[in-house]
């Protein structure tokens, strides 16, 4: 195990738990907000994947494809939001799983009928190939110092929205009272479909960029949407900052108990282990404080 | 052992900047009925949940019976005898309003981890039912579904299950809530025929039922106690008026 | 003829076509069957979770898997009886259930469904690391077990025991849900808080109907194991733990019977769309959402109102005997 290896996994495990912060925060704000649990945003990371394929496929430039990409997923929000999302404000968290459950498996069958059950691989876009000597002798792929650079200043502007704006202040406000947000004439409506696309657009971004590194196939979103939740269980739901601390905690966590679980304990149970460790980390965590670490709601 | 049933002792509670509960110390006597009014905001509901295991306060202590019951669950403080009856009627809607006192009654025994016997066949849990709800003025339509009652019939099922705990002490918290005209009679007849077999704390608005029954009041403004004492101490004091009706100037603005 | 001997006349016409209808049409409707009967128990372990104690578990598809390896995992090492290999998949399940349930039951709602579904992940990604059990292909079970001297190979046999297990369960979950502790638990799912206020304290008992549908959903996987004679992770998927669900609620949650009706619509649905294409969730998915948006109530629901059994708003299930005597049984120590 030399330092630069670890080094390196640390950079993985860092860009792996960005990744999860946007799938987590597009989670915990829609739930904290709206008061809706989305088991289709793994779908949304699935479709952010896939329509940058297509988009690919068709203007053969990664300048073109990316926006395009973003545009299809955010209009696929936008109609999701006002035909299922709309009428489960009211519902119960029963109601909310299932519905959103019905649309994974919709958009899990959707994408297979398109595109095949094949996994479809991404190349790099080609200004980003190539590799960064983050430590001598250490080289580190600049597609990811990329996407880990791009996540981090997603963050920033997610935050400045959230606190420095008329439209965050709506949404922290609307999170704590809608009908008040709504008798100051404010259309309601309006804002939550704003704040779903905005989760959406997220989540679609991580698709957009994970694709190249992880390759399109149906379901692909389902085991990211698994990571996002186990990050707001462990950071709290509705908080941001929970959802970043969590997802960090997860990513490196997952990514470095990969690595030295196998180099401690050489045995047959080794993967098992290693695929547990994320939720034996959530456990503990849950052990110590039920709400997670940064609840901002009580439950 | 102490003539007082519960002591609250400096208890303190607050929401980021907003002090809900401030020091407010306040003692029940064995068998008295303590009235405990304040204009709304004034932190009862706050109170209320402290007492109940509902909030943890940030400060202070809960004594009932002689016991620390501070950092004790829900269910512990009623099984040590602390009952409570909801503001906003809370009750079991897929039963009957008989399974609702039955099932209070219930929780008297041990244990329920029983799971042979048909629940609606044991006898020694219908029987006290029935008769509780006699006494709350609902022998008529105990095998009405509860979600089906009206909201006066819903306050009396609220206080039956209180009862059917055989507590000690009762925390009524606004019984009165919604009554019509009819209906606040006979909840005022039904308070006071418990007085002075149960220590009470009555939590309330309306200001005949408060000084016709409460052998002392505690008044909470603004999350701390700003007078305690008897009915005629409280009805001239001259704080509570200003805290409940504003200067003296606006009283004659006021309605009624 | 009053309500519930209604209700149980309309069980016992269901139960007499199960008994009859499969054998008659064939082997391939008498497997088909047999498959709606385990998913059913499963289902039914969900409802008792669901619809009446009001936990909305997206992980009973790990106790199912959990069953079926233990079962499967005995049988190939040998263990062929079924009075024992059951009982011990049970057991383990039950076993699993407790561990999953203590952690998992300290959270509510939102959390709860989330904690859950990632435990149940956790089982999926323990049963793919098993290299020696085939990883994340599963392995074959050589043969069935069976039960003291009734071997369980032929079909219609083994039919016949599983439907027999699932109406046990089924009146095992519905004495249990009368009992007191049954009282208990419904009152956790009307309101919990005032469950807590009376002096109950919710997590004991919800803890152990955990348990019990744990150990339901292990017997399932039994069974599937001996049907299929095949083991999979593919049965701890979340997939698998949100068509539980679907089944419920397709069928009626809330009444035992309508998960099995569930389990068999989704199984004719996905069987009779599959011969026309391999995409038949495409249309299950909105099917799935349009009930849950626009559809009030299951098909057992709707079959009551149909036959006049039940009340046409809607309103919740009246969970008390309506025609027990009320002058008789006021009297303290009157005769049970």
């Known amino acids: 195990m030399t330092l630069a290896l670890l080094v390196e996994q640390l950079f993985n495990g860092v860009q792996f738990g960005l990744m999860l912060f946007l799938m987590a925060v597009g989670v915990t704000l829609v739930f904290g907000i709206m008061r809706v649990i989305n088991l289709a945003h793994g779908s949304l990371f699935m479709l952010g994947g896939y329509f940058l394929m297509a988009a690919l496929a068709w203007t053969q430039s990664y300048a073109l494809a990316i926006p395009l990409a973003f545009v299809g997923a955010a209009a696929v929000a936008v109609v999701l939001e006002i035909i299922v999302l709309r009428p489960l404000y009211r519902r119960g968290p029963l109601d909310q799983v299932l519905a959103t459950f019905g649309l994974t498996l919709f958009f899990n069958e959707a994408v297979t009928v398109i595109w095949g059950r094949e996994p479809i691989p991404l190349s790099i876009p080609p200004l980003l190939t190539g590799s960064v000597e983050i430590m001598p002798g250490s080289a580190y792929p600049l597609y990811r110092l990329v996407i880990t650079a791009v996540a981090i200043v997603a963050g920033l502007l997610l935050y400045l929205l959230i606190t420095r704006t008329r439209i965050g202040a709506l949404i922290r406000a609307g999170s704590d009272n809608r009908e008040i947000v709504a008798a100051l004439g404010i259309n309601i409506n309006l804002l939550y479909t704003l704040i779903f696309a905005l989760s959406a657009m997220l989540a679609a971004l991580a698709g957009i960029m994970m694709g190249p590194l992880l390759s399109v196939e149906p379901g692909a979103g389902d085991p990211i949407l698994i990571l996002a939740l186990v990050v707001v269980v462990i950071g709290g739901i509705g908080s941001v900052r929970g959802a970043l601390v969590g997802a960090l905690m997860v990513g490196i966590f997952d990514t470095l108990s990969r690595v030295l679980i196998p180099l401690a304990i050489q045995t047959n149970a080794t993967s098992a282990l290693v695929g547990m460790a994320v939720y034996v980390l959530m456990a503990v965590v849950l052990l110590f404080s039920r709400t997670g670490l940064f609840a901002a709601h009580r439950g | ?256 | ?336």
């Open chain 3, 1 to 336: 003829m009053t309500l519930p001997a209604r209700r149980g006349a309309l069980l016992v016409v269901l139960l007499a076509l199960a008994i009859a209808l499969p054998p008659y049409f064939g082997i391939y409707y008498v497997r088909f069957a047999t498959q709606i009967a385990i998913y059913g128990m499963a289902a039914l372990s969900v409802d008792l979770l669901l619809g009446y104690s009001g936990l909305i578990t997206f992980g009973q598809a790990a106790l199912f898997g959990v069953g079926a390896y233990a079962a499967g995992m005995l049988t190939v090492y040998g263990v062929t009886e079924a009075f024992v290999v059951w009982p011990c998949a049970i057991l383990v399940s039950m076993l699993a259930a407790g561990a999953i349930g203590a952690l998992s039951l300290r959270t509510r709602g939102f959390q709860f469904i989330m904690v859950t579904l990632a435990f149940a992940q956790m089982a999926y990604y323990f049963a793919q690391s098993l290299r020696n059990w085939g990883g994340d292909d599963g392995f074959t079970v050589p043969q069935r077990d069976h039960l003291g001297p009734l071997a369980l190979t032929d079909h219609t046999t083994f039919y016949y025991v599983v439907l027999a297990l699932l109406v046990l369960v089924a009146l095992f979950a519905h004495r249990i849900v009368r009992s007191q502790f049954g009282r208990v638990i419904r009152g956790i799912r009307d309101n919990e808080r005032r469950v807590a206020a009376i002096g109950f304290p919710p997590y004991p008992y919800k803890l152990v109907i955990f348990v019990i549908a744990g150990g339901i959903a292990g017997l399932a996987g039994a069974l599937m194991a001996n049907h299929a004679k095949f083991v999979s992770p593919a049965t701890m998927s979340w997939q698998l733990s949100g068509e539980l669900l679907a089944m419920v609620i397709l069928g009626s949650a809330n009444s035992l019977i309508g998960p099995v009706i569930g389990a068999a619509f989704f199984l004719a649905f996905r069987d009779v769309l599959s011969d026309y294409t391999e995409h038949w969730m495409l249309f299950f998915g909105p099917l799935l959402v349009a009930r849950v948006l626009l559809v009030k109530d299951g098909i057992w629901g709707m079959l009551l109102r149909g036959v006049g059994i039940e009340e046409a708003n809607g309103s919740p299930k009246l969970d008390y005997d309506q025609s027990a005597d009320p002058i008789a049984d006021a009297e303290p120590g009157a005769s049970r």
């Open chain 2, 1 to 256: 052992m102490s003539e007082f049933l519960l002591e609250i002792d400096h208890l303190s509670k607050a929401f980021g900047a907003l002090r809900a509960t401030d020091d407010v110390t306040l003692a029940v006597r064995k068998g008295e009925t303590h009235a405990l009014i304040g204009p709304n905001g004034a932190g009862k509901t706050t109170l209320v949940g402290q007492l109940t295991g509902e909030l943890k306060p940030d400060a202070g202590r809960i004594v009932f019976g002689g016991r620390d019951i501070t950092a004790l669950s829900t269910a512990r403080r009623a099984r040590l005898g602390l009952a409570r009856s909801f503001q906003i009627t809370s009750i079991f809607a897929s039963l009957s309003a008989e399974g609702n006192v039955a099932l209070a009654v219930q929780a008297t025994e041990p244990h329920s981890f029983r799971f042979w016997q048909p629940a609606e066949r044991i006898a020694r849990l219908r029987a006290p039912a029935r008769s509780l709800l006699a006494d709350v003025g609902l022998g008529r339509v105990g095998n009405v579904a509860a979600s089906r009652m009206s909201h006066g019939q819903h306050r009396q099922l609220e206080l039956g299950m209180a009862l059917a705990t055989r507590p000690r002490m009762l925390l009524l918290d606004e019984p009165m809530a919604g009554l019509g005209i009819e209906e606040s009679r006979a909840m005022s007849k039904l308070l006071a025929s418990l007085k002075g077999q149960y220590t009470i704390l009555l939590i309330e608005h309306d200001m005949d039922v408060v000084f016709s029954l409460a052998d002392r009041i505690s008044v909470l403004v603004g999350g701390r106690i700003v007078a305690s004492g008897s009915a005629d101490e409280i009805r001239n004091h001259p704080g509570v008026r200003v805290a409940y009706l504003g200067e003296e100037d606006d009283d004659l603005d006021a309605d009624g």
